[in-house]
């Protein structure tokens, strides 16, 4: 019996101002799984530790990203996965996204890569569609490709990956609340400011330029989102005195991870990323809500293979 284990790494999605097409993908924080061939065909979700989660194929996010790919191959044999959780589900750290993109990428590597980053995203990207009722791409991306995704277009689907600059780091607080994307997603308006719109392209425009360029200032000038985060941040306790601290004390912006409760900042270096973290801490200490701090590099490499 073939099988593989992978650690499918947590994602930050949006990243302020790319709501829906720009991601990063984490390093010291993500789910383990083992996915075995088996003779039965199909799909079978065998282990579930870490969270309470549906083992039904239909309604697990691994379960339908898995036949998502199985739809588009003949194949005598089926799969059997298990999975590690220790990202939560409604963190905004990418939960689904780890579980969905880590179940495409073992099976593909268990049937010798028949296909190719671009078609894994789209099947696991079912497994979004699933968890929030939106198919969106921007953590499945950044956890199957590594470093920064840009989500060009999502119809025909064209991903572009983006190298990190080398001193960048995140840090990210998960306050222990859940908050449920398509919760998160029915509090947007479907209406857009003009004047917002034109502020909102210049700041991603800056962003993404500042990642290619390692202009760390332009970076941070750009890390500002008009539209999205002022309709969700009411969603997150303390979430505008963490985003105010932390800039104060030398992170080079900060906003919403995906969509929440999560909070993450960009910093340059270590030694700030894990001082922006204790400022965190400090803010939520007065708080009666537990949370916890990961400070991480950027992964360049997204899933990877344990053994
Ligand atoms: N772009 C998605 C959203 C990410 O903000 O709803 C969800 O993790």
């Given at each position: 019996?073939r099988e593989?284990?992978i650690f499918s790494?947590?994602?930050v999605?949006?990243?302020?101002?790319g709501?829906d097409i720009?991601?990063l993908?984490?390093?010291?924080?993500?789910?383990?799984?083992?996915v075995r061939?088996?003779a039965e065909k199909?799909?079978?979700?065998?282990?579930i530790?870490g969270q309470?989660?549906p083992?039904?194929?239909?309604?697990?996010?691994?379960?339908?990203?898995?036949?998502?790919?199985?739809?588009?191959i003949?194949t005598?044999?089926?799969f059997?996965?298990e999975?590690?959780?220790?990202?939560?589900?409604g963190?905004g750290?990418?939960?689904?996204?780890?579980s969905a993109?880590?179940?495409?990428?073992?099976?593909n590597?268990l049937?010798?890569?028949?296909?190719?980053t671009?078609?894994?995203?789209s099947?696991?990207?079912?497994?979004e569609?699933?968890?929030?009722?939106?198919a969106h791409?921007d953590n499945?991306?950044p956890?199957?490709?590594?470093?920064f995704t840009?989500?060009r277009s999502y119809e025909?689907?064209?991903v572009l990956?983006?190298?990190?600059?080398?001193?960048?780091?995140v840090?990210?607080?998960?306050?222990q609340?859940?908050?449920?994307t398509?919760?998160?997603?029915a509090?947007?308006?479907?209406?857009v400011?003009?004047?917002?719109m034109?502020?909102q392209?210049?700041n991603?425009?800056?962003?993404?330029?500042g990642?290619?360029?390692?202009?760390?200032?332009l970076?941070s000038?750009?890390?500002?989102?008009?539209i999205?985060e002022?309709n969700r941040?009411v969603?997150?306790p303390?979430f505008?005195?963490v985003?105010?601290s932390?800039?104060?004390?030398?992170?080079?912006?900060a906003?919403?991870?995906?969509s929440?409760?999560?909070i993450?900042?960009?910093c340059?270096g270590?030694n700030?990323a894990?001082?922006?973290?204790?400022?965190?801490s400090e803010?939520?200490d007065?708080?009666d809500i537990?949370y916890?701090i990961h400070?991480?590099?950027?992964?360049?490499?997204g899933?990877r293979?344990?053994k």
């Amino acid at each position: 019996m073939r099988e593989i284990k992978i650690f499918s790494p947590a994602t930050v999605a949006n990243i302020s101002c790319g709501f829906d097409i720009l991601g990063l993908c984490l390093d010291t924080i993500g789910d383990e799984m083992v996915v075995r061939e088996v003779a039965e065909k199909g799909i079978k979700i065998t282990h579930i530790i870490g969270q309470d989660l549906p083992f039904e194929t239909e309604n697990n996010v691994a379960g339908v990203a898995a036949l998502a790919l199985l739809a588009n191959i003949e194949t005598t044999v089926g799969f059997e996965i298990e999975i590690y959780k220790n990202i939560k589900p409604g963190s905004g750290i990418g939960s689904s996204a780890a579980s969905a993109a880590g179940a495409v990428f073992a099976i593909n590597e268990l049937l010798g890569k028949p296909f190719s980053t671009m078609e894994l995203i789209s099947f696991a990207m079912q497994g979004e569609k699933l968890a929030s009722g939106s198919a969106h791409a921007d953590n499945v991306s950044p956890a199957l490709l590594g470093g920064f995704t840009l989500v060009r277009s999502y119809e025909p689907l064209e991903v572009l990956k983006i190298d990190a600059p080398t001193e960048l780091y995140v840090t990210i607080i998960h306050p222990q609340i859940e908050i449920k994307t398509s919760a998160s997603r029915a509090v947007l308006k479907n209406q857009v400011p003009l004047k917002k719109m034109v502020k909102q392209m210049g700041n991603f425009g800056g962003l993404i330029s500042g990642l290619y360029t390692s202009n760390y200032d332009l970076i941070s000038r750009s890390l500002h989102d008009e539209i999205i985060e002022p309709n969700r941040s009411v969603l997150i306790p303390e979430f505008n005195q963490v985003k105010m601290s932390v800039s104060n004390a030398g992170a080079l912006g900060a906003g919403i991870s995906g969509s929440g409760p999560s909070i993450f900042a960009l910093c340059r270096g270590k030694n700030i990323a894990t001082k922006v973290g204790g400022i965190m801490s400090e803010i939520y200490d007065k708080t009666d809500i537990e949370y916890e701090i990961h400070v991480s590099k950027i992964n360049p490499e997204g899933i990877r293979i344990i053994k």
